[in-house]
């Protein structure tokens, strides 16, 4: 979609300003936030590009004046209400007033330390054989879903290099909206910096990203 | 542990409150519903506090600095290689190591949102979150790194690496002259977190005092 985290190219920002002895966390509800996010995940209720749609999907001005944890935040609240986890109404009144007659069990410290350890990969077996090789010269997609997509504005229709195969994973697009993993091809697309901001930009910059096989065409 | 907030949200100051509010409504209604036991809060909080964080990613490099095996199983496969050293997991199930030269000069952002390696350098920072880095560091990388004080020769390649998988990325920055003969040890206290990233370079200067 085309949402306000798509951020690349974007102009009126301000300068990066790099804090030093920066602490993890900034204020003790960002370690919880950062916490029931991931221990929530666990569950299995919804899955990573579920949450990353959810995030991406709020209003631009709210997403834009909102904090990085404050954002897992909301989004955590939608989810929780979208999937029946807890009622408005609970959340008003900040404690659970039915028990969740269909929760599993509890996500456990021992779950979490697996999850922490094993993490979660995201390569699958190849359901055909790749289209593209390395060197081959694609166009990324014209493309604008209102859906979840991993292909940021700033390539799209651009012409760049297949760099790397980088293997098959899961198809965020697919897997953010319904839970299919439907894995596709992945593949590293270098861009030259020209082709993406025009002759005056910066010839020695070259920008890649990880594009799945639907995001790309032969150029 | 309240602290202060960072410089960078300004305007949110009624936040604060606000938001500590609401995770502990969404906390207590995920403990009493028997989703989460409250002991799996704490050992996240305080595995990516104290354990995971960027002294793994800098193991990593000063192995790469002294051990030219390890070197090449780093560029040919990145996830077995800090497998072996014990990192991987979350974050770090697919990782691809960058080698800066001379004339190559590699940095990492996520514009989409905050894509991180976390299993080698723990949990972003938050300029690496935010918009000016994110919408900046495709378009101007130059203007950028100078706001970190790093100034690269004209001719030098930058590549910018836009995390847009699940594939993470590691700079492995270049080795500071006049460091022949250091142990490990020693070389992995130089490397610091921003020259794994890409926005810092590193010199024998940085070494904390002895």
């Not at chain 2, 080795?175 to 003969?181: E, F, Q």
Request: charged share 25%; with cysteine.
């Amino acid at each position: 979609m085309n949402g306000a985290a798509d951020m690349g190219g974007m102009h009126g920002f301000g300068p990066v300003e790099p804090e030093p002895n920066e602490p993890v966390f900034h204020a003790a509800w960002e370690k919880k936030a950062f916490a029931l996010n991931m221990a929530i995940g666990v569950a299995g209720i919804w899955n990573l590009d579920a949450f990353r749609f959810a995030r991406e999907s709020l209003p631009p001005p709210q997403y834009l004046n909102t904090s990085y944890y404050g954002l897992w935040v909301v989004t955590l609240e939608n989810m929780m209400l979208k999937h029946g986890v807890a009622t408005s109404e609970e959340i008003a009144a900040g404690h659970a007033l039915a028990p969740d007659a269909a929760a599993p069990r509890p996500v456990t410290a021992a779950m979490v330390a697996d999850m922490v350890r094993c993490g979660s990969p995201y390569d699958r077996p190849a359901p055909a054989p790749a289209k593209f090789k390395v060197g081959d010269t694609v166009r990324a997609r014209n493309m604008h879903p209102k859906t979840h997509t991993r292909l940021p504005r700033y390539v799209r229709g651009h012409v760049g290099e297949v760099v790397r195969i980088v293997g098959c994973h899961v198809f965020p697009d697919s897997n953010a909206t319904d839970g299919r993993e439907d894995p596709h091809w992945l593949y590293t697309v270098r861009f030259d910096g020209r082709e993406l901001w025009g002759a005056d930009s910066d010839p020695t910059v070259r920008v890649s990203v990880e594009a799945w096989e639907p995001y790309l065409e032969p150029a | 542990m309240q602290q202060p907030h960072a410089p960078h949200d300004h305007g949110h100051g009624s936040e604060l409150d606000e938001m500590a509010l609401r995770v502990r409504a969404l906390e207590t209604i995920l403990i009493e519903k028997g989703l989460i036991e409250p002991a799996a809060l704490d050992e996240l909080i305080e595995t990516y506090e104290t354990r995971i964080g960027p002294r793994n990613g800098a193991r990593v490099v000063a192995r790469a600095w002294v051990d030219p095996d390890f070197r090449r199983q780093l560029f040919a496969d990145g996830t077995a290689a800090i497998g072996a050293l014990g990192y991987g997991g979350r974050s770090g199930n697919h990782l691809l190591a960058l080698e800066n030269t001379p004339s190559v000069h590699n940095m990492v952002v996520c514009t989409l949102c905050s894509c991180y390696p976390w299993a080698v350098l723990g949990l972003p920072p938050l300029w690496y979150k935010s918009a000016p880095y994110r919408s900046r560091a495709v378009a101007e990388p130059r203007a950028v790194l100078r706001e970190f004080g790093v100034e690269l020769p004209s001719e030098t390649e930058i590549r910018v690496w836009d995390s847009t998988a699940e594939l993470r990325y590691l700079v492995i920055p270049m080795r500071p002259a006049g460091t022949d003969g250091w142990s490990e040890e020693r070389l992995a206290g130089i490397v610091t977190r921003d020259s794994m990233i890409g926005t810092g370079v590193l010199t024998r200067s940085r070494e904390p005092a002895r």
